[in-house]
């Protein structure tokens, strides 16, 4: 039997295992997903066991997606720009590190179906899942990015990394209520807004009256799978999108890297709502 892990710490919250069993017993493929429990000391002796043969790789997430970047034997040109790794796929003794997070929000934002060519988008956040985004849009033709983060300085960071790849325009608490109605696409990648431990925080990182006029609203948080930030969205009238597509679609492209086949997306996506409604 093949096996793949996913290494984060803690696991308890993710979907992945459902997702990806249900995907390979769709095909039958002998193989197992597993979530394991990685503390940062442990992860260097983790890594070396996706070495094995029976192994065709693993996920990586919240805390390891930059530190495992230094143990594998090559990155992808992707999750070198991003600066994170959540895909290993092994290739021979050799791990290979990749980024499906960028193409994972480019499809789900496709689905949305909002024009975006020439527009001003406001992106909140600037952790890894906020670089995956900016490294997105930054290649998709928007106008203009704006981007927000509590730590200004991480923002900075984002825009100065980025500077080959478009203009980024860094914006404090007070700008908020002036750029968020002129744009036409705001996604919260920050963690506001999430359950903590199975319990609902009803927090947004965007006041209500801050909202666009008119366009969309992205939360990367799928767990609750409406957030106070998507709920007040829909109450203004604008189309809303939670993280379950991008989950669904990043982890599809990593399930075909590993097997070689095209993912069953659709019994995926069933199977992450079958697992949230749970
Ligand atoms: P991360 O690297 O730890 O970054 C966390 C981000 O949230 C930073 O921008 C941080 O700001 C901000 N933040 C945390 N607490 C905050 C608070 N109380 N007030 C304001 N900002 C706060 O994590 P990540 O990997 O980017 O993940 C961020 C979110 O995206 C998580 O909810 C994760 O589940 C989600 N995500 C979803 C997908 C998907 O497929 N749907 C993929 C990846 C991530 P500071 O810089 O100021 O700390």
Redesign the pocket.
């Known amino acids: 039997m093949m096996r793949v892990m996913l290494f984060a710490y803690p696991a308890w919250?993710s979907l992945s295992p459902a997702m990806h069993n249900a995907a390979f017993a769709s095909l039958g493929l002998d193989a197992r997903y597993t979530a394991r429990e990685v503390p940062p000391e442990a992860l260097p002796e983790a890594v070396e066991e996706l070495r094995q043969p029976d192994c065709w790789g693993a996920n990586v997430?919240?805390?390891h997606?930059?530190s495992i970047m230094g143990l594998l034997d090559a990155l992808s040109a992707e999750a070198r720009a991003v600066g994170?790794v959540?895909t290993i796929v092994r290739r021979g003794s050799e791990l290979e590190g990749h980024s499906t997070?960028v193409s994972?929000?480019l499809k789900?934002l496709a689905d949305l179906r909002v024009d975006l060519a020439g527009r001003r988008v406001l992106l909140?956040?600037?952790?890894?899942?906020?670089?995956?985004v900016a490294y997105a849009l930054l290649l998709s033709g928007i106008g203009e990015l704006v981007l927000h983060?509590?730590?200004r300085e991480?923002?900075e960071r984002l825009r100065d990394d980025f500077a080959g790849l478009g203009e980024i325009r860094v914006i404090g608490d007070e700008e908020l209520c002036e750029c968020g109605p002129r744009s036409q696409l705001v996604i919260?990648?920050?963690?506001?807004?999430?359950m903590r431990e199975g319990v609902r925080t009803d927090?947004t990182?965007l006041p209500a009256g801050d909202l666009p006029k008119e366009g969309a609203v992205v939360d990367?948080?799928?767990?609750p799978a409406e957030t106070r930030l998507l709920r007040e969205a829909k109450a203004a009238g604008l189309k809303t999108q939670?993280?379950?597509?991008?989950?669904?679609?990043?982890?599809a492209e990593s399930f075909s890297m590993w097997t070689g086949h095209t993912a069953p997306v659709e019994l995926m996506r069933r199977e992450a709502r079958r697992m949230l409604a749970s």
């Open positions: 919250h997430t919240i805390p997606k930059e994170s959540n997070d994972g929000f789900a909140l956040g600037a952790g890894g899942a906020g670089r995956a983060n509590r730590t991480r923002a919260n990648s920050t963690s506001v807004g999430m927090e990182p990367l948080v799928y767990r939670n993280g379950l597509p991008m989950l669904v679609y990043q982890g």
